[in-house]
């Protein structure tokens, strides 16, 4: 049983930055593929970013390449998500995901079963 718990999530004006962090209270976190999600209101949930378990490989919707950063740090089972020149369209509630089996479920959002956060709302105002 994973239980993973987002913060950092808020108001902010466009081309500003946000700092996501997403704690997991987990055995052997360093075994876990971490991604974070998003859903607008009226939208499907969507694949943002995703990282292995070394974190040396990470992934990114093409939306946010370029602008946002994922990491982990496994000493401190957190992973997080930094986000810069916000846009209006990045507003959303953004979900941490875990998954024992590796980032590919999450990034092709294809039989993904494994936990999820209670999610942090992000508001970018124009």
């Known amino acids: 049983q994973v239980q993973l718990v987002e913060s950092g999530g808020g108001l902010v004006q466009a081309g500003g930055s946000l700092r996501l962090s997403c704690a997991a209270s987990?055995?052997?976190?360093?075994?876990?593929?971490m991604g974070w999600f998003r859903q607008a209101p009226g939208k499907e949930r969507e694949f943002v970013a995703g990282?292995?378990?070394?974190?040396?490989?990470?992934y990114y919707a093409d939306s946010v390449k370029g602008r946002f950063t994922i990491s982990r740090d496994n000493a401190k089972d957190t992973v997080y998500l930094q986000m810069n020149s916000l846009k209006p369209e990045d507003t959303a509630i953004y979900y941490c995901?875990?998954?024992?089996?590796?980032?590919?479920?999450?990034?092709?959002?294809?039989?993904?079963?494994?936990?999820w956060g209670q999610g942090t709302q992000v508001t970018v105002s124009s």
């Open positions: 995901a875990a998954d024992s089996t590796g980032t590919l479920a999450m990034r092709t959002m294809r039989g993904f079963r494994g936990s």
């Open positions: 987990v055995r052997a976190f360093s075994s876990y593929a």
């Open positions: 990282i292995s378990w070394t974190g040396g490989s990470t």
